[in-house]
């Protein structure tokens, strides 16, 4: 392995997935500004199986990651939303999004860009009707009155700032770590690797389990992992348990899950995503040479993971590469520089440390949660410190209780 071997492994996989990455990205803040956030809950406040089943169609072309779910999940648990259908939205929307699917279909075909989103359809909607069976609990009747934050400015603006900015604080660092990993497995894994798996497909599977569940793999950071192994010989049912269980599940969400919805649910909740994910695995293997439907790796994706074959990318490839890695710097940039902010020492102002803050969308559910309180004047999170700085008159006491409510752990004043 050299560096220029790696260099060009890297640039192949980047050039391949960043026009529908930047694309994803785009759909997904036209999502966040011109749905309004009502429609969601609005579906899944009934304790019945249709109420299921919109919290899994909802929450696939969803761009959110196992942790900005979490307490996306607990707010619809708040304002009423039965736990069949908040189970349903666990398991169904980190595993897939907009993003995701339009990556997958770069790199992996469209037979992988279309059974991953029905696969995680289908196990969030078992996934809720097992709760539903099982761990049954009416969420309804908690105060649901300004739940929700209004955003105002441009409207254009805030689906570009979402789109290349938000999103990418979320899942950049993710994303960039999964296309160094493809490319690093691209030229560093021997091609016969996973061949004395070949006739173990379930091994592979159980292998691939081992290492993804307590891991945080984003949706969209996955695929070129998945990808690269696929060309050294995994399964394609393996890879799709990677595509499933590494995104849906980690140590952290399942810490959370449980301290939020209680221990059966979280067993549910486990026993659901790891099940499913391996019967879908065995199905795919199954159906996998059937000339109808091509799961195996595309011809563009089979390029972009081995630079001995790849071609020299178009200028609009280019282009969108430069972006792609443009704005996962300032991004990154910003959200490192944020630890560092110092806040101004103000009246009234006191600075708490908050744990289990991950992304943008943490941010936002910390900051509704406090926001609401009697006497809170301001409040603003910061995920990358783990701080929460309230301005106001409300005690300790109540921002606690919000926060934990929230789903995130309060250390109290840092």
Request: hydrophobic share 50%.
């Amino acid at each position: 392995m050299t560096v220029a071997s790696f260099f060009n492994a890297l640039m192949a996989v980047v050039n391949a997935m960043s026009p529908y990455l930047l694309l994803g990205f785009l759909i997904a803040g036209v999502l966040h500004v011109f749905v309004p956030k009502t429609f969601y809950a609005r579906y899944l406040s009934r304790d019945n199986r249709m109420s299921v089943l919109w919290a899994a169609l909802l929450g696939v072309p969803l761009p959110l990651c196992s942790c900005g779910v979490i307490p996306t999940a607990v707010g619809l648990k708040n304002e009423g939303a039965s736990k069949g259908a908040v189970a349903s939205f666990l398991i169904a929307t980190p595993q897939t999004g907009i993003d995701s699917i339009l990556a997958t279909f770069s790199l992996m075909g469209l037979g992988f860009a279309v059974v991953r989103p029905v696969a995680a359809l289908v196990t969030g909607v078992c996934g809720g009707l097992l709760v539903n069976r099982f761990a049954s609990g009416s969420t309804a009747g908690i105060n649901t009155a300004n739940t929700c934050v209004v955003e105002r400015g441009n409207r254009l603006w805030r689906v570009f700032k979402y789109a290349f900015f938000d999103m990418i604080q979320d899942i950049g660092l993710r994303l960039a770590i999964g296309l160094l990993v493809a490319a690093l497995i691209n030229v560093a894994v021997p091609d016969e690797f996973f061949l004395s798996f070949g006739k173990q497909p379930l091994l592979q599977m159980l292998v691939i389990l081992m290492v993804a569940v307590p891991m945080y793999i984003c949706s969209t950071g996955s695929i070129p992992v998945a990808a690269a192994l696929m060309m050294k010989g995994l399964s394609p049912g393996a890879a799709l348990v990677m595509l499933m269980a590494g995104p849906a599940v980690n140590i952290a969400s399942i810490l959370v899950v449980r301290k939020s919805m209680g221990g059966r649910f979280t067993w549910i909740y486990l026993f659901t995503i790891v099940g499913f994910s391996i019967l879908f695995g065995l199905l795919l293997n199954m159906f996998a040479d059937l000339s109808f439907f091509d799961f195996q790796l595309s011809t563009s994706a089979h390029k972009g993971c081995c630079p001995s074959e790849s071609s020299s990318p178009n200028v609009f490839q280019i282009v969108c590469s430069s972006l792609l890695v443009l704005f996962i710097i300032i991004a990154l940039t910003m959200k490192f520089l944020s630890r560092f902010k110092k806040q101004e020492a103000v009246a009234g102002t006191v600075v708490y440390s908050v744990e289990g803050m991950h992304c943008n969308h943490c941010k936002a559910a910390c900051e509704q949660a406090v926001g609401k309180l009697k006497g809170v004047v301001s409040c603003e999170a910061t995920p990358s410190a783990n701080t929460l700085v309230v301005t106001g008159t409300a005690t300790e006491a109540d921002i606690r209780a919000a926060v934990e409510q929230a789903g995130f752990g309060f250390k109290g004043v840092k």
